[in-house]
């Protein structure tokens, strides 16, 4: 299973990311797929996962991304959900 190596959530944009490769000045990104209307997966060149986007930071996205994770064999934060408490 491959983790995070990084986890930004933004309140104020109701957003967050979740990063599994290394930022490299954006060469590496080279496509996106929508898999809901709030959850985007950014691939790499050769098809690996750079990391999943929720545009709105809600259960329903958090649950599309965790679901995609899993299937993808990749760790997702399992408290992710407990920062909309704090929003």
Not at 55 to 84: K, S, T, W
Request: aromatic share 8%; glycine share 6%; charged share 25%.
């Amino acid at each position: 299973m491959q983790n995070p190596i990084n986890v930004k959530v933004d309140l104020e944009a109701n957003a967050a990311y979740v990063r599994y490769q290394p930022s490299s000045g954006g060469e590496r990104f080279a496509r996106n797929e929508r898999l809901s209307q709030d959850v985007v997966i950014d691939f790499d060149a050769d098809s690996q996962v750079l990391g999943i986007e929720l545009l709105a930071f809600d259960e329903d996205a958090i649950g599309v991304a965790r679901r995609f994770a899993e299937a993808h064999d990749l760790g997702f934060p399992r408290d992710l959900a407990g920062a909309l408490v704090a929003a």
